[in-house]
């Protein structure tokens, strides 16, 4: 059973930093692209980060969060993370994980959540001036 589980959301104030984490299990990562996808109400959920789990080099980022925010990947634990830093208003919102069969060259895909095949449910971030 396909199964990814977010943690770490919370509130902090602008300029600070937080953690995501994503638990997955019943699949294998290395097939798949892994991406983070943030939604506030009443808008669609939009690519935050993504990474190939076959190779951490195919990493891809949306421009609002380049240079802030880090993803990466514990095969260990076949867990994704996500490093937020320079936190502003405008990262408010439930954050996602995501899976997606995409090959790694196709990376501009791994940005569109239409393209994802399992989800989790999200955790909230909260960031306060």
């Known amino acids: 059973q396909v199964q990814l589980k977010e943690s770490g959301g919370g509130s902090v104030e602008v300029g600070g930093s937080l953690v995501l984490s994503c638990a997955t299990s019943g699949f294998a990562i290395g097939d798949f692209y892994l991406g983070w996808f943030h939604q506030v109400p009443g808008k669609q959920r939009t690519a935050v980060a993504s990474v190939y789990g076959g190779g951490p080099e195919f990493t891809r980022y949306a421009d609002s969060v380049r240079g802030r925010f880090t993803i990466s990947l514990d095969t260990a634990r076949n867990t994704l993370v996500l490093d937020m830093t320079g936190l502003k208003a405008d990262d408010t919102g439930m954050y996602y994980c995501?899976?997606?069969?995409?090959?790694?060259?196709?990376?501009?895909?791994?940005?569109?959540?239409?393209?994802?095949?399992?989800w989790g449910q999200g955790t909230q971030v909260t960031v306060s001036s």
């Open positions: 995501g899976a997606a069969r995409i090959p790694p060259w196709e990376g501009s895909r791994s940005l569109n959540p239409q393209n994802y095949d399992y």
